[in-house]
């Protein structure tokens, strides 16, 4: 399963805010630039902790909470929930009430369950990276094709670069239609 797209939600406990931030994520660059982002925008946060599971690959952070009370909670709300490609970030700000180990599990828990609830999770399908060149007069072609969504760059020169994440079946319909493409290989 994926989140259909990006949210963020916060949740108050004893005076402690918990920010959240979910993101559909399919590389570790891209965690990393989220990540980035989020210690530059709450620089004064008390903890940014994370979890992320990449082509069912798995990390997580408690960023100095107790052991366990923070990175795995939030891990065990997204594979509960079967999700991949997905990094959550839940910012904390303390509060100066202290919730204990259990209390802190829960916050944590609770914080990204509301979050999830904001979003709509689909089943996810594998897409490739493409680059599609093609005159204007062919652009309602491509984007019939594809969902708006996955159009990740347009660039308007003498004909319209398209960079998209397409399924299998979108590639074979290109081939159909004949539409020249070159897959965009990630590091």
Do not use: W
């Amino acid at each position: 399963m994926i989140i259909k797209e990006d949210v963020q939600n916060e949740y108050i406990i004893n005076k402690s805010r918990f920010i959240t931030y979910l993101y559909k994520t399919f590389t570790k660059k891209e965690f990393t630039t989220y990540y980035n982002e989020l210690k530059e925008k709450y620089k004064d946060a008390t903890h940014i902790c994370y979890a992320y599971i990449i082509d069912n690959e798995i990390k997580f952070s408690d960023d100095k909470e107790p052991s366990g009370s923070a990175g795995l909670p939030i891990y065990d709300v997204l594979k509960k929930n079967k999700l991949n490609y997905i990094s959550c970030f839940v910012i904390r700000y303390f509060g100066g009430i202290k919730l204990g180990g259990s209390g802190l599990i829960r916050a944590y828990s609770n914080s990204v369950s509301l979050c999830l609830k904001k979003t709509i999770l689909t089943k996810y399908q594998k897409r490739s990276k493409i680059e599609i060149d093609i005159p204007y007069s062919k652009t309602s072609i491509i984007e019939s094709l594809i969902d708006k969504e996955y159009i990740l760059e347009k660039k308007f020169l003498d004909n319209i670069t398209y960079i998209i994440l397409v399924t299998n079946d979108e590639l074979e319909k290109l081939n159909n239609l004949k539409i020249p493409y070159k897959i965009i290989k990630d590091d």
